[in-house]
């Protein structure tokens, strides 16, 4: 969902040309797996287009010289990353509701069936984002 939430707002802002926005597993359980249905209807009832034939991949290490952030959704994703991006020397590497002043993981819809919550705290992380984004000309 955050990949298609903060795309939205990124166009909303007029700003979509400057940004690459892609989404990546930390596992290999869903590589190749469409997004998941409760997702798609949380996005569909909130208006988010979104991509039909996306698809999971696993991050990798060379996306780290790819992306100039790589957004966490929980410590869990986080710490997983890390074994497979050891070194963050650039900092890049960050939990997404930090951005909304916010120390704690997004709720993750996988063990609480809250699509609703997770939605809320993904939006809520992606505006702190552009938020941040627009003041902070060194975002991009």
Known sequence: MAEFIL???VKAYGI???YYIESA?????EIGNPIYPPSKRCLNQHGVSFDPAKCARQITKADYDRFDRIICMDAS???LIRRIIPSDPEAKIHLLLSYAGIDRDVADPWYTGDFEQAFQDILRG???ICSFARSHE???
């Open 25 to 29: 597993a930390v596992s290999t359980e």
């Open 7 to 9: 795309k939205a707002l």
């Open 138 to 140: 060194s975002f991009q």
């Open 126 to 128: 992606c505006e702190a």
């Open 16 to 18: 979509e040309d400057q």
């Open 77 to 79: 994703n986080t710490r």
